[in-house]
């Protein structure tokens, strides 16, 4: 990252975007503790991420890149397992996790192991574990990749509702039409930096127009073997 | 053959157990012969076609029958296995080698039961039942307790634990020391494992560490109680109290390298490739505080816990502070 210097307000949607390398998931990375920056400072809900790393870590739900999840453990054992960490009972977390499970149509895969579930099935118990605890910040890498519709639709009405009661998320994508639709602040990145950042509604064209212009053209090319050319 | 698969052997490079035993080797009897045999055999006993991805495998025209043979015939293609068997008729005779090709097929028959019926049958999976310990950080233990259960080192204690109590039973007049001796021998099976705590976590699983609001100590607690656990239940029918010393020493040991050394295992195979001088300390302290609990009092595992404590908080301090080696 290179000079990133960004404020998401509480209860706001902020869509992080930028091509494949850009520094997105470094950023995630970053504000949830798993990275250190090399200079500057990274605040969550007032709490320095460097200096109360805990008190931090206690507040937030995360999806990371890798997910983060045990093979060793099922889908509803991962659950079982966050739940007491973040200081439910263990009923609550038995009555949340039923919940969610049936929210994420996971009910059926629940017993089985994560090392034999299907990258959607993992990814939703990722989503999950960072649901469970209702945290007051959420940081989603690429929640929308993977998934089913009805778990994406499921999922776009949930981040609306907790973040209409004071829920700040921050999420990244590459799925443009669901963060037109979704987000209310627009953070744009390219090589590090960022490029555009603004709500929805004082974007000058289409978002896609807007990340085409500033952050990535399209590629144009001939694939005359395949019969087809790009632009 | 392949040269992937000669690189198997190097999971029991640096295995206290496997050492020790090599060490015997000149002056043991029959026993530590097959059970030296069977730890060569073994890394080459895996399931071959977990090995392919299961998207090209369902590509394959394999019939079940085929696939069944293959994993049967696995172990056969090894030349290791041909070599063990021929140094077993050559030094001893051949009713002898034929008994250890039966002990390594059922113990191939039992590996291929752990890989292969868990896939398709969960509920016949034995590690879906490990319970959860309870307490927050309770998932984490049942987590690691299914890990370590998911390696052989324990396998070779529970045949030390059974072989030592049918001793005790079938013997007119067992020898008393020789379960305190016991009981050390099944915590060194698992010594290694306490200098590779990490070994079987993912890349995946070193990030949820690091985003959960726990500290350092924690994490290596969960693991030292699933191990702990495991340890005394092998050990409860020799000696509980010479088991615990060593348990506690063999963690404490442990913590260092496996903090700071990040030694990744596989599952289904001993563990193997952690330091040599780490697994000599953690032998050395294993056996004297082992001895010094069976031949004084119970009072000796009080300075045990007290530098075992030291350990995990130091270590765990250390967690906190540079973050688990790991590719996360």
């Known amino acids: 990252m290179d000079r990133l210097s960004l404020e998401v307000e509480t209860g706001a949607i902020c869509a992080f975007l930028g091509p494949n390398g850009a520094g997105k998931s470094t950023t995630v990375k970053m504000l949830t503790g798993l990275l250190k920056p090399t200079s500057g400072e990274a605040v969550v809900a007032g709490l320095n991420v460097a200096s109360e790393p805990l008190a931090v870590k206690r507040i937030i739900g995360v999806l990371p890149e890798n997910l983060g999840l045990f093979d060793a453990l099922t889908v509803e054992e991962h659950l079982y397992l966050s739940g007491p960490i973040y200081g439910l009972s263990r009923g609550e977390t038995r009555a949340r996790t039923d919940q969610l499970l049936r929210a994420l149509a996971l009910e059926n895969g629940r017993t089985t192991f994560i090392e034999h579930c299907s990258y959607g099935m993992r990814k939703k118990t990722a989503l999950a574990m960072a649901l469970l605890h209702n945290p007051r910040v959420l940081f989603l890498d690429e929640p929308f990749e993977g998934i089913d519709p009805v778990t994406s639709k499921t999922l776009r009405g949930l981040l609306t509702t907790v973040a209409a009661r004071g829920v700040t998320v921050f999420l990244t994508s590459h799925i443009l039409t669901i963060v037109e639709r979704l987000a209310t602040q627009i953070v744009m990145i390219r090589d590090g930096r960022a490029v555009w950042n603004s709500r929805p509604d004082e974007l000058p064209k289409s978002l896609e127009d807007v990340y085409f212009d500033l952050v990535e053209p399209p590629i144009e090319e001939d694939l005359p073997w395949l019969g087809c050319s790009l632009s | ?328």
């Open chain 2, 1 to 328: 053959m392949t040269y992937r698969d000669l690189q198997k052997l190097g999971s029991l490079a640096g295995n206290n157990f496997f050492l020790f035993v090599f060490l015997l080797l000149g002056q043991s009897g029959g026993f530590l012969q097959v059970l030296l045999g069977l730890l060569l055999l073994f890394p080459f006993s895996s399931d071959p076609l977990r090995s392919i991805p299961s998207e090209r495998l369902q590509q394959w025209p394999l019939t079940p029958r085929i696939a069944f043979a293959l994993r049967l015939a696995s172990v056969w293609f090894s030349p290791v296995a041909w070599i063990t068997v021929g140094l077993i008729v050559w030094t001893k005779s051949f009713q002898f080698a034929a008994t250890f090709v039966g002990i390594s097929a059922l113990f191939y028959a039992l590996g291929s039961l752990f890989t292969w019926v868990p896939a398709r049958a969960p509920r016949l999976n034995i590690l879906s039942h490990v319970p959860d310990f309870g307490g927050s950080i309770g998932g984490l233990v049942r987590k690691n307790a299914r890990e370590l259960l998911s390696i052989l080192d324990p396998y070779a204690g529970l045949v030390l634990t059974l072989s030592a109590t049918a001793y005790r039973f079938l013997s007119s007049r067992p020898e008393p020391d020789a379960f305190m001796i016991l009981s050390m021998l099944v915590a060194l099976t698992l010594s290694t494992y306490a200098l590779c705590l990490f070994g079987l976590d993912t890349a995946s699983g070193f990030t949820r560490y690091l985003l959960f609001p726990i500290r350092g100590w924690q994490i290596l607690l969960a693991k030292d109680v699933a191990f702990l656990t495991v340890l005394l239940i092998l050990v409860a029918p020799l000696h509980l109290l010479a088991g615990l010393a060593a348990g506690l020493m063999a963690l404490t040991v442990g913590h260092h390298s496996s903090v700071r050394y990040r030694v990744p295992q596989t599952h289904w195979r001993f563990t193997g490739g952690a330091p040599l001088t780490s697994g000599l300390l953690q032998a050395f302290l294993m056996f004297s505080a082992g001895t010094l609990v069976a031949r004084t009092n119970a009072w000796v595992l009080l300075p045990c816990v007290a530098l075992f404590a030291a350990s995990l908080w130091y270590f765990g301090r250390d967690m906190d502070q540079a973050g688990l080696r790991s590719d996360a």
